[in-house]
């Protein structure tokens, strides 16, 4: 994917649907006897329940402790670090666990829609990753992963599109998840906790307004 101009995702979206199944197989394709309205703002099924559809790289979650699978835990990783990466003055989003935060949070979530967004996002989310890299987000290489979320950036306007709405919660639990880690406040944010100061400088400019 070497295009210059924002990549317009409705247009390339039913292109890349239809070859998802292919490249994919049946882990992209809906259970049987439920079909998704493909551009309905809750990508509802033709009842009007939330879609059930086999989830990204792992089939469905099993009951039990954990809501995604190892497979889509793992994806949100790399999407969470794609978004917040490590650097050389603190740990990135991996390092801070943000996956284990919006693990905790999707799956103590009562809204069904909205546990049901994160399924079927990250399965569209790794078929774009296939469609223009030909390979799953996770074993792209940084400037792949970073190509897939701008496509969804640029067309953030979209909100009927079940990916990027994922993609604005994905943001969204990624920097809360982050700046709430012991990473984020104190190796990022360089936070000391609460002491005495023995000045306060002030926020503005220090320097004194002349007269």
């Known amino acids: 994917m070497s295009r210059k101009d924002p990549i317009d995702l409705k247009q390339d979206r039913r292109q890349w649907l239809k070859t998802s199944a ?8 809906p259970l049987p006897g439920v079909s998704t309205v493909e551009l309905s703002g809750g990508s509802q099924t033709a009842e009007g329940s939330a879609p059930r559809t086999l989830q990204a790289a792992g089939g469905e979650a099993k009951p039990g402790a954990r ?10 990783e790399e999407l969470s670090e794609t978004i ?5 003055h603190s740990g990135g989003a991996k390092a801070a666990k943000v996956a284990d935060f919006i693990e905790q949070t999707v799956r103590e979530s009562t809204d069904d829609q909205q546990q049901a967004l994160w399924r079927e996002g990250l399965r569209l989310v790794e078929s774009m990753s296939q469609h223009y890299h030909g390979r799953s987000f996770v074993d792209a290489s ?3 992963k970073i190509a897939v979320l701008k ?6 306007q979209m909100t009927e599109l079940p990916e990027v709405r994922l993609f604005r919660e994905l ?4 920097v809360h998840g982050y700046y709430t880690s012991k990473i984020g406040i104190h190796d990022e944010l360089e936070y000391k906790g609460n002491r005495v100061l023995r000045e306060f400088v002030g926020c503005g ?7």
């Open 22 to 29: 292919t490249v994919l197989g049946a882990a992209v394709l």
């Open 67 to 76: 809501f995604f699978t190892p497979a889509q835990h793992t994806l949100i």
């Open 84 to 88: 917040i990466p490590a650097d050389s």
């Open 142 to 144: 940084t400037e792949e």
């Open 151 to 156: 496509v969804l950036s640029d067309n953030e």
């Open 171 to 174: 943001k969204r639990l990624t």
């Open 205 to 211: 400019d220090p320097t004194p307004p002349t007269t």
